[in-house]
């Protein structure tokens, strides 16, 4: 998909810096470094990058250097001697603002004679607690603002996710970033949206004119979302966990963003406003739940348990969770878009920790002929119900699959379920890249259709937030538990109506 926008970015030559800000964490080992690297290798950046570390650990750049090379691949190491010496570390002391000051000069320094010119990316990748602070801090030191007529001397902030708790939070965070920033400064990333595959939602919708036809109530009877994980709490992560859940960590942003890409009207172009314009109004027609029976109707919410005899830690043996912890690993929602074009059909969302298969996927089911000719006793019931389904697999095993009905060789009019289908890595050599590599590089060259814009966010979190106050309602039912390996608790099961089918495994 082709996103770029247009001539934002400054004449190749001017540096970039790239500052990263929680540089001794985990992202920025595991997932901002690596895709930097990546992007030298496949020589993506349009002229010189700096990048910029900034954390409290005291530790000077070389430490940093040799920690972060660990986390390379053989192919990514190749290029990290002509990459490791535009690396720098600032230790950011107690964040006074002389500690801010003196990160200013040494940005200046590092930039020479280019200071006015050089294009500023801060990315936050830290805990949320931080996101205020380190915003107003860069503002008092005058290191946020730029002319926006200008294409030198640009100035952008990346806030990772979560943003926000809920509505109220994520509020207070627009307000602080814009008090200080402009909406086209900030980007809100949500790692999903760079995924080819995700991407390759919208190309597939509006690049393809024999779908859009048929994309809505009149011939699709549900949309299924499943993001399934078998991974549990990684090391370290059950305390953070617990303070989100499910609903936080999954459904308020990666899943929300999955249903707005189904769900969106055509925009005028791939620009991030028309993108997002038309977004933010599938979040809006999301029809709110009636009251807290509605919410305990349309969703399910449950904990992975350690099954009898099994030595494996459920979730509430997970380090770092509390032992009365009531936080959902998995959620599921039947949900409802209401507005012209889907009034009628449920959106069917899942997701959920230490399932027993890992694999994300939107599945679209059409409607049933009107007329059954053909359907003779050995048809199956499945086919029977449903016998057109697109099956868009985001990961892993990547690609798209269209189910239809053939005729069985033999006697009479036995049907079977066939399927045409594409494989990214039939088509497509080599890797794919992740999705930080294009993130990233979107946010340097001012492309923001693939981030979250805030009244995005405040619309998604406004949904999650109906759902959790029926969770906490009184008399609400407590959170179902579900064996680990399993697909979720067989409560889920019931989101569907009988006629339409079930949860897809794939
Ligand atoms: C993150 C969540 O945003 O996405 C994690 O915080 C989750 O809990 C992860 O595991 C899933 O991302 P991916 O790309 O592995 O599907």
Redesign the pocket.
């Known amino acids: 998909m082709h996103t770029d926008s247009g001539p934002t970015t400054p004449a190749a030559g001017i540096p970039t810096q790239i500052v990263i800000f929680g540089a001794s964490g985990d992202l920025a080992a595991r997932k901002l470094i690596p895709a930097i690297a990546d992007n030298a290798r496949f020589a993506a950046f349009r002229g010189p990058v700096q990048v910029i570390g900034v954390a409290r650990t005291p530790m000077n750049s070389q430490q940093w250097r040799d920690e972060l090379a660990r986390s390379l691949t053989p192919a990514q190491a190749q290029v990290w001697p002509d990459l490791a010496p535009n690396l720098h570390y600032v230790p950011i002391g107690d964040s006074s603002l002389a500690d801010y000051a003196r990160l200013h000069e040494t940005l200046d320094d590092l930039a020479g004679p280019l200071a006015g010119d050089v294009g500023r990316l801060f990315y936050l990748a830290l805990k949320p607690s931080l996101f205020v602070p380190t915003v107003e801090a860069l503002a008092a030191e005058g290191m946020l603002a730029c002319d926006s007529l200008r294409l030198e001397g640009w100035r952008r902030v990346v806030v990772e ?2 943003f926000g708790t809920d509505l109220a939070t994520a509020q207070w965070l627009n307000i602080v970033l814009r008090r200080h920033l402009r909406e086209d400064q900030i980007y809100r990333i ?3 949206l760079g ?1 080819e595959t995700v991407q390759n939602i919208l190309a597939f919708r509006f690049e393809n004119s024999i779908f859009e036809p048929i994309w809505s109530r009149q011939h699709i009877e549900s949309v299924e979302i499943n ?1 399934c ?1 078998s ?1 549990g709490m ?1 090391a370290g ?1 059950g305390a953070y ?1 617990d303070t ?1 859940g499910a609903l936080r ?2 459904m308020a ?2 899943m929300m963003q999955l249903m707005c890409l189904v769900a969106m009207e055509p925009p005028a172009s791939l620009d991030a406003e028309a993108v997002r314009d038309e977004k933010v109004k599938v979040l809006r027609a999301l029809e709110p739940f009636r009251d807290a029976h509605d919410v305990w109707t349309n969703s399910v919410r449950a904990q992975y348990a350690r099954s009898p005899g099994e030595t494996e830690a459920g979730y509430l043996q997970e380090q770092g969770v509390p032992l009365q912890s009531q936080t959902e690993t998995f959620v599921a929602i039947r949900a409802r878009v209401h507005n012209w074009r889907w009034a009628g059909v449920p959106f069917l969302l899942r997701t959920g ?1 230490r399932l027993g298969k890992r694999f ?1 996927s939107i599945v679209i089911r059409f409607r049933a002929p009107p007329a059954d000719l053909f359907s003779g006793p050995a048809a199956s019931q499945m086919a029977r119900l449903r016998p057109n389904e697109l099956v868009f697999r985001i ?1 892993p095993e990547e690609g798209i699959r269209i189910g239809f009905q053939v005729k069985q060789p033999g006697p009479g009019h036995v049907m079977r379920t066939a399927a045409l289908g594409f494989d990214y890595k039939d088509l497509f050599d080599g890797e794919t890249p992740p ?1 930080y590599q294009r993130l990233l590089l979107d946010a340097m060259h001012g492309n923001a259709t693939l981030f979250i814009r805030g009244d995005e966010a405040e619309a998604a979190w406004k949904f999650a937030d109906s759902i959790r106050s029926g969770w906490s309602a009184p008399g609400a039912p407590t959170p179902w538990t579900y064996e680990i390996g399993s697909m979720g608790p067989t409560q889920a099961n019931a989101l569907w109506h009988p006629h339409e089918g079930g949860w897809s495994q794939e």
């Open positions: 996710k979560p949500d790692h999903y995924k993001v994980e991974l990684e992560r966990y989100a960590d999954m942003n990666h920790k994300s990961q999705p």
